[in-house]
């Protein structure tokens, strides 16, 4: 476990994970912020759309992101900046990978990047940006 630990603060770090985006977490969503869009949530209005049936909340992967950031980079960091690019729409059932790569390291300063990246089951980008983060070492008394 160490070794991993060291090998997330290393540039060329790379990580993937795979979340299922299910209409209970849509719901969850529009409740949690108040987006009832029709298009995350009615079926016969999502059917009247160039998209032909609902798509998730973008901000859902923005949020797995922050999550998965801190499982596979690891805890006790700060996540300081992203940017999100949502290149193709996510639908209820659809399978998402996010790819982490660390990018970037300023070790002296505690600072890192990140490019993030997720793709559905087909392997089609559907989302792509970049974080910052503030890299924990350690509680320091």
């Not at 770090?13 to 409740?31: G, I, R």
């Amino acid at each position: 476990m160490e070794q991993e630990q060291q090998e997330r603060k290393d540039v060329g770090y790379k990580k993937s994970v795979t979340h299922k985006v299910t209409d209970k977490m849509v719901h969850q969503f529009a409740e949690m912020s108040g987006d009832y869009n029709p298009i995350h949530l009615d079926d016969d209005y999502a059917s009247k759309t160039i998209f032909k049936k609902r798509i998730a909340h973008g901000m859902i992967l923005g949020a797995l992101v922050s999550r998965y950031l801190n499982e596979t980079i690891g805890s006790g960091g700060i996540y300081l900046a992203q940017t999100l690019k949502f290149v193709k729409p996510v639908y209820i059932d659809d399978e998402v990978t996010f790819d982490f790569e660390v990018t970037k390291l300023h070790k002296a300063r505690g600072f890192g990047t990140i490019e993030t990246k997720a793709r559905n089951q087909n392997n089609e980008v559907v989302l792509k940006g970049e974080a910052t983060i503030m890299m924990d070492y350690g509680v320091k008394a």
